[in-house]
């Protein structure tokens, strides 16, 4: 197995952890179409365990009763991630988290101009009273916090501060900064953690919470650990609100292989996870999707093969049986001698020079009539060299 060398310059800081909040099964499930019942949420629970997550936010428990009945199921079943539940900075939100039995609450509340002003129709100064009483309710009935202010990036930072620093004194213990619509850009979200990070003391740590509008929520994701968020929400697929979210199996790669930190994620079992969530979710895993698509590991272009065939780290980040992946060496339209040799090879076949010229020729020919090719079409080409057609 190999990984190729880590690109992280902050070397000292190699043995940082980095916490994983899973949240397929709150924000995941708010994807349009999508509707779990108990046992499947259950389910996907279990693998998010296994898989290692640190946090399972279960759900939303006021939403109706088969949520609520679903979270307190994962709350008893789970034992080795915390199970965290939503609810608004209400007290009945709060009751239902609390009756939930889930380990954890997650309180949210707006902070920005727009949704204290459209939406929630508080002044800045009430959406900081009612952040702080809910978060002492919550702590006075034993539940860890974790407090997420949503359309942060949004928010003006001085406010964002304000509230972080009155629920942190309020003893949450996890404060969020949610980029709810997807706005944020790498050097913004990096500038608005180290601001946080400078403007609110006291013992918590930072997580980011990012939305993939613009395509750039596993990027956000990275800037705000990069600039010193030690938690990152992501969800399996990037399942989530419209775009959806970070994707966990790119974000906690990317956290691992290229940034060099740590997470309890066992990597060997992401794609099982995976494929259990596109089934659940009734989703087509792209081919070309990061660490889990069909493609992530599959090489076609005759100079790609031959690096491979050389040495994989030519052309692969990381040896994909760490994410429990298989390589494949595709035939087609830009392959070369090597991957034709490699190929005969595999089926017992001795490649002569003339051999691998017909069915390199053979192959491209076919691959320009659109024609896909695969392990079957190179015995037929073979059986047409031997003359059994
Ligand atoms: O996107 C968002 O703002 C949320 C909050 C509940 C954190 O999902
Ligand atoms: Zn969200």
Known sequence: MYIAPTLNPIKDEKEKYIRIFDTTLRDGEQMPGVSLKPSQKLEIALALEELGVDSIEAGFPITSLGEFEAIKMIAREVSSSEVIALARSVKDDIDRVIDSDA?????????????????????PQQVIERAVTSVEYARTHGL?????????????????????????????????????????????MARLVN?????VKGDYIISVHCHDDFGMAVANSIAGIEAGASQVHATILGVGERAGNAALEE????????????????????????????????????????????????????????????????????????????????????????????????????????????????VKELADQGIKIDYRTIEDIIREVAGDK
């Not at 949450?172 to 709810?180: E, G, V």
């Not at 601001?195 to 403007?199: E, G, R, V």
């Open 195 to 199: 601001y946080i990070k400078n403007n």
């Open 103 to 123: 380990d954890a609450i997650h309180l949210f509340i707006a902070t920005s101009d727009i949704h204290m002003k459209y939406k929630l129709k508080l002044s």
């Open 251 to 362: 974000v906690t790669a990317a956290i691992k292989f290229i940034l060099g930190y740590n997470t309890r994620v066992r990597f060997e079992n992401i794609n099982r996870v995976a494929q259990l969530v596109a089934e659940k979710y009734s989703l087509v895993i792209p081919p070309n999707k990061a660490i889990v698509g069909h493609n992530a590991f599959s090489h076609e272009s005759g100079i790609h093969v031959h690096g491979i065939l050389s040495h994989p780290l030519t052309y692969e980040p990381i040896d994909p049986s760490i994410v429990g992946a298989e390589r494949r060496i595709v035939i087609g339209k830009h392959s070369g001698r090597h991957a034709i040799i490699f190929i005969l090879k595999q089926l017992g076949y001795e490649p002569s020079n003339d051999i691998v010229d017909f069915v390199l020729r053979k």
């Open 144 to 188: 860890i916090v974790e407090f997420s202010a949503e359309d942060a990036t949004r928010s003006n930072p001085e406010f964002l501060a304000q509230v972080f620093q009155a629920v942190v004194n309020a003893g949450a213990s996890r404060i969020d900064i949610a980029d709810t619509v997807g706005v944020a850009y790498p050097s913004l």
